[in-house]
């Protein structure tokens, strides 16, 4: 796996530098320059405009007491988008404006979600899974109160008075 990574982050950035220098050469340094710059400006609002929204539904699902998992993932993927439309490049430039798109990004969250909760039919709470419990987690819910039996409010112990 690291091998895999290690390979990524030095092929990634050399096949951008080709892109880069080829449509460089194709429409001119200035204009490349111009559209990196213009995605990454174009971008970074569309990331902050969508962030917003991200934000908004977490609160609403906190208000209703509901675990955020989805919007917080879909937020997560917004953070990629924005990382991939500031780095320069072409191809980081194509997979942050694909995670821009709220029905992909869902559908990556679910996915994501999925391999680590099973969600309930309503898709507010969480099923049994690793990190919850669900009906039968032994859990009974209800309300109590300690009532003191001496006059003076003093704790009692419960324990059976002995006259031994």
């Known amino acids: 796996m690291a091998a895999r990574l290690l390979l990524l982050f030095i092929i990634a950035p050399i096949v951008e530098l080709y892109l880069l220098v080829k449509i ?34 977490i609160r609403a699902a906190q208000a209703r007491g509901e675990a955020p998992a989805l919007p917080m993932l879909d937020g997560a993927a917004l953070l990629l988008a924005g990382f991939f439309l500031l780095t320069p490049g072409f191809i980081s430039d194509a997979l942050g404006f694909l995670l821009l798109i709220p029905q992909l990004r869902m559908r990556l969250a679910k996915n994501l979600l999925s391999r680590f909760v099973i969600l309930t039919p309503g898709g507010g709470g969480f099923g049994r899974g690793p990190f919850g419990g669900g009906a039968d987690d032994g859990t009974i819910e209800g309300e109590y109160q300690r009532k003191s039996g001496r006059a003076d409010g003093a704790r009692h112990d419960n324990r059976l008075d002995r006259d031994d």
């Open 24 to 57: 460089g050469g194709i429409i001119g340094v200035i204009p490349t320059i111009a559209l990196v710059l213009l995605t990454a400006l174009i971008g970074s609002q569309l990331v902050r405009r969508q962030g917003l929204g991200v934000m908004n539904r």
